[in-house]
């Protein structure tokens, strides 16, 4: 009965969740398949798939997307590697030091990038573009690789080495496939975030490159809610196709978890 | 030799984390208008940032970010504890549920959170301003405080709130005298986590903060980089950001690591 009744304590951020969490997830789809006079309508999505400028836009952003996630993984990889190596990196305080940006304003970090550039008198444009990005989403990187590789049992390695596995052999036959899960978690906190960005572009670029979340930015800005709430519903499919396709690469969740 | 190579290639790599920062920092102790041009050292930034020698448009979105962040990390605190406590209570499909709509908006992308909050204030015709911000950062932020506070619930010994019933407290009286000490460490964590996020949103602000003129700092600054350009009061500022963050972080980073400790 006790139980009972504190269960109920919750109803409270529940009611509060349907309305500022379920509801505006249901407005997107309203809005997105609906046109300006309220008519339910596919003219959005269509729309979408004709005007060559916001469909280019997307397909570029995944490749964006795409190409920060794999520079990520490249140089994440051996750092988070080397970081739970304890015959490599002792110091607890070096991987917190990883781990910190990510906690930092996007904008704040982005912006000091475009001072970077300025200051080594390097001038804007896609390259920055892609440093900014990796600068923004390494540590998302990083991390969840390191926790997979940090929790491993060593003896897997040990077990390959004594059998005469060279290090190069036990590094790809074992350590690699059993850090899996840390890198679909990686490739995931990276590819989602880089993929809905907006703002940064701009500013990495000065206006020459436009990424998808710019164009939905611009769209709800304008007052074109109904086509913006279609991008956004494209967005997040894409999004939640990402999420299926790494969930069947392992579980992810516990992963990411643990220290902030 | 390995060690060494290992050792140089972290380092290269936070170098490369921390320049950007850095940069500004360094250059927050310099007067000149243009980033980049060393014109001697100098505290004038800083003394403009702290006496006021900056426009009031940068001083109020200062206040708006700290007393939006304060109000939200209270308000997610209060409301993402209660919440712990009930959701610990609930059982199967419900709690399953409850937990993943919880985890929403922590999954979803700042943009979608933002647009689909925007659509929502539009579509009830809610004229959006400082409320409205404010309650998109508690929705965002509530679920992290439900996050810290869950496990000091799974750690309590559920015998104590049923002792203290038994000896006769009120169930309010063991809410406060058990259950919270129990979950505090869970609350402060959860606090200082909803006021970084707050303070750091950049995109739900965005969308949420209507036009009449309200800013936070990130608004502000985006504004100001949009007109080309920054502000160069802003390099103090920022470093300054960037070091409370900083701080929070190490504080709660700590406290997870000694609570770790102590469960060992």
């Not at chain 1, 190069?168 to 850090?179: E, G, I, Q």
């Not at chain 1, 279609?230 to 579980?251: F, N, Q, R, W, Y």
């Not at chain 2, 500022?237 to 770790?260: E, G, P």
Request: proline share 4%; with cysteine; aromatic share 12%.
């Amino acid at each position: 009965m006790k139980t009972f009744k504190r269960s109920y304590w919750s109803l409270p951020y529940v009611i509060f969740m349907a309305v500022f969490v379920v509801l505006p997830l249901v407005m997107v789809l309203l809005y997105a398949f609906r046109d300006g006079a309220g008519h339910f309508t596919f003219d959005n999505f269509v729309k979408f798939f004709q005007t060559k400028e916001d469909l280019n836009t997307f397909l570029y952003s995944i490749e964006i997307a795409l190409i920060t996630t794999v520079l990520c993984l490249l140089l994440g990889y051996p750092a988070a590697w080397i970081l739970s190596n304890p015959k490599l990196n002792r110091s607890a305080v070096t991987v917190m030091l990883f781990i910190l940006p990510m906690w930092i304003n996007m904008l704040i970090r982005t912006l000091a990038t475009v001072a970077l550039f300025d200051f080594s008198r390097i001038p804007l444009g896609e390259g920055a573009l892609l440093f900014g990005m990796v600068y923004n989403f390494l540590p998302f990187m990083i991390y969840p690789i390191y926790n997979t590789l940090n929790k491993m049992d060593r003896s897997y390695a040990e077990a390959a080495q004594d059998l005469g596995a060279s290090p190069v052999k036990v590094f790809l036959k074992v350590t690699v496939p059993l850090s899996m899960p840390g890198v679909w978690s990686g490739i995931l906190m990276v590819f989602m975030p880089t993929i809905s960005t907006f703002a940064v572009a701009e500013l990495l670029t000065m206006n020459k490159v436009k990424l998808f979340g710019t164009t939905i930015q611009e769209n709800i800005n304008n007052g074109m809610w109904n086509y913006g709430a279609a991008l956004a519903l494209i967005m997040l499919v894409i999004i939640g196709l990402t999420t299926l396709l790494s969930d069947s690469g392992k579980e992810v969740e516990d992963e990411t978890g643990g220290l902030i | 030799m390995k060690k060494f190579f290992a050792q140089a290639y972290l380092w290269l790599l936070l170098l490369l984390l921390y320049s950007p920062i850095l940069i500004i920092a360094i250059f927050s102790f310099t007067e000149a208008k243009v980033l980049g041009n060393w014109t001697g050292f100098s505290l004038d930034l800083y003394r403009n940032l702290f006496e006021g020698g900056v426009s009031n448009a940068m001083l109020r979105s200062v206040e708006n970010t700290l007393t939006i962040g304060i109000l939200a990390a209270i308000l997610s605190t209060i409301l993402g504890s209660i919440a712990a406590i009930g959701i610990h209570n609930l059982k199967g499909r419900t709690r399953q549920a409850v937990t993943f709509v919880n985890d929403i908006p922590m999954l979803n992308p700042d943009i979608i959170t933002g647009i689909s909050l925007f659509l929502l204030f539009v579509g009830l015709g809610v004229t959006q301003g400082y409320t409205t911000v404010l309650l998109a950062h508690v929705t965002f932020c509530t679920p992290y405080v439900v996050l810290s506070v869950m496990p000091k619930l799974q750690q309590m010994n559920p015998n104590i709130y049923e002792a203290a019933l038994d000896l006769g407290a009120t169930p309010s009286q063991a809410l406060w005298k058990v259950i919270v000490p129990q979950i505090k460490p869970g609350m402060i964590s959860g606090f200082i986590l909803a006021f970084t996020l707050s303070i750091d949103d950049f995109a739900v602000t965005l969308f949420t903060k209507g036009n009449q003129g309200l800013e936070t700092l990130s608004t502000f600054i985006y504004a100001d980089a949009r007109k080309g350009g920054l502000t160069p009061e802003l390099r103090p500022l920022m470093t300054v950001v960037f070091l409370v963050v900083l701080i929070l972080l190490a504080v709660i980073n700590i406290r997870t690591m000694k609570s770790n400790k102590n469960k060992k």
